[in-house]
């Protein structure tokens, strides 16, 4: 990735994200509806990968409210939750300490439920429980968990190029926020869902002239909803040598074959 790493747009990417969020579109729709050269974003690899870590911010709140079934979550007016997020709800218990010294190390912890972001409402999000353990409760804690995410991530047919996924894979791995697992390509929910992990992200390549494009959907494997959809034109740069040189070893491995 070093290659990669050196051949940044700081703040391009990510400055169009978040203006697309300000004018009011859905979290994470990046255009969406486009796929072609002409409407997509431009941005390199590692633009694409601090785009996915925004999805999943270290971040804590409460439940403030119950009804029927639905949970209300103030988590602050700077988090805004991007619907399909699952979130942990848990209670603080009894306080603990160094078994020797006695200074205290933090509180233990009942889980007491999962549930999954379903709309911001300002101030608070609005979320509905997809799993629990136990009663959900006004002051409850509410966290996107602070270990690594589970992600799965395929192309979605054997046509496109892995090389500009597993590049993708090395950038979100080298964010320390993810723990990846890579799946076949055509890979669905449920085979993601069965590999143990909670979001699947399915990359569709192209070559246009000379350039390469990626459009990435990103989805919840538990309920199918659906995070992110994006489109990027791989942006002219160093980069462009490194995707040059995968290119060229992918076509002699082809004349191998034939």
Do not use: C, W
């Not at 300000?22 to 729709?29: E, K």
């Not at 209300?72 to 988090?79: R, S």
């Not at 995070?227 to 076509?251: P, R, T």
């Amino acid at each position: 990735m070093n290659a990669v790493q050196n051949s940044r747009m700081p703040g391009l990417f990510l400055s169009l994200f978040f203006s697309f969020l300000l004018i009011g579109l859905d979290f994470g729709l990046l255009n969406a509806q486009s796929e072609t050269a002409e409407n997509a974003i431009e941005g390199n690899i590692d633009d694409i990968a601090r785009a996915i870590l925004t999805y999943f911010p270290k971040v804590v709140g409460e439940v403030v409210a119950i009804e029927a079934n639905r949970v209300e979550v103030a988590f602050g007016k700077e988090h805004q939750i991007a619907p399909g997020i699952l979130l942990t709800v848990f209670r603080e218990g009894e306080a603990f300490g160094h078994p020797v010294t006695g200074v205290p190390l933090g509180k233990f912890e009942d889980r007491i439920a999962t549930l999954e972001a379903l709309r911001f409402d300002p101030p608070n999000l609005i979320a509905i429980p997809i799993e629990t353990t136990g009663e959900i409760m006004e002051g409850d804690g509410v966290r996107i968990p602070a270990t690594r995410i589970p992600l799965t991530v395929s192309v979605s047919s054997e046509s496109d190029h892995v090389f500009l996924m597993n590049e993708l894979v090395s950038a979100l791995s080298d964010t320390g926020r993810f723990q990846i697992k890579t799946l076949s390509p055509g890979a669905d929910l449920k085979t993601a869902l069965q590999s143990g992990t909670d979001y699947h992200a399915q990359i569709s390549t192209a070559r246009i002239d000379d350039r390469f494009s990626i459009h990435l959907k990103i989805q919840n494997t538990r309920t199918g909803k659906d995070l992110a959809s994006l489109d990027v034109l791989i942006n002219q740069s160093e980069e462009s040598d490194l995707i040059l040189e995968h290119l060229q070893f992918q076509l002699f491995e082809q004349r191998q074959k034939n």
